[in-house]
């Protein structure tokens, strides 16, 4: 009885650890050896490269599981789990190049596998690649993707003519980023006052782009100015000055500052100048 009860644990053991020797023994060595990424600008898509070393002599079939690859504008990852590209993808929604749902079949050796990359916002994102193959982890290692940070500027310029008894200031507004990536949804607040009042002749507020290295006009058209002041030396001109809604009238006596502040994420630019300069004032 005994030496039954003893073959019977002996058998029973020794199925427990061929399971086990099946399950996670079962010779699957795979390695991450490289991974590398082209740079990314903000709202653009690119990709992460990543070599992946079957060590084994057989192909194996594992999952490729993402972690910070997506980052939307609220500064959230989103999950791209086993999103992968195929051969020939040239678009990242394009569901016949991209595998949603399958493994990654892997011969023995180096392959190289490639998985998208997106973000909506500047900054260090460790994207985090694990190899997993019947829920077991064979490999995992983190690559940094540095997001370039755009660098907003603002610049303000004027041209003047003279119409009867007015001087009539054109002025023109710049959006400039001296950085890389695109800055989306920058807003600018216009204001112009009357310094010898201290009144607000007008404000106003709006959203622009720039793009990498780019400046951008602040006016909406392109034959227009960004905004008017005339300054009268006598009975105003009576111009509407349309399209253009920024605009300021004053007398010989008057001058306006025309000031631009410029706000994106936790960057913030202004730029003023005098209208008319003091080298130009009567």
Known sequence: MKNG??????????????????????????????????????????????????????PVDVWIEVENAFVDKNGESHSTSRLIISNGSEDPWNAEF???????????G??????WLGYELSGKYPVNVKVVENSRVLDEDSYLVEIP????????????????????????????NKGAGSALGVSTNLTVTNE????????????????????SPLWAWPD???????????????ESYMPVQNVAIGGSEDRFKVNVTARWQDQVASTELLIPPKEESR
């Not at 010898?196 to 400046?215: I, M």
């Not at 227009?224 to 001109?237: L, R, T």
């Open 5 to 58: 009860t003893l073959i019977s644990v002996s058998v029973a053991f020794l199925i427990l650890v061929l399971g086990v020797l099946w399950q996670y023994g079962n010779g699957t060595d795979v390695k991450i050896v490289d991974m590398h990424a082209s740079p990314v600008e903000v709202r653009e898509s690119g990709q992460l490269d990543i070599v992946l070393q079957n060590n084994g002599l057989k």
């Open 98 to 108: 991209v595998s949603l749902q399958k493994p990654i079949h892997l011969l023995p």
């Open 110 to 115: 180096n392959n190289s596998v490639s998985i």
């Open 149 to 176: 940070l755009p660098e907003i500027r603002l610049k303000l310029e004027y041209e003047m003519k003279s119409r009867n008894t007015s001087d009539i200031y054109r002025i023109y507004g710049y959006l400039i």
């Open 196 to 215: 010898r009042t201290g009144e607000l002749a007008f404000t106003s507020s709006e959203l622009h782009d720039v793009g990498d290295n780019d400046k």
């Open 224 to 238: 227009y100015p960004y905004a008017v002041v005339e300054i009268a030396h006598g009975k105003p001109s009576g």
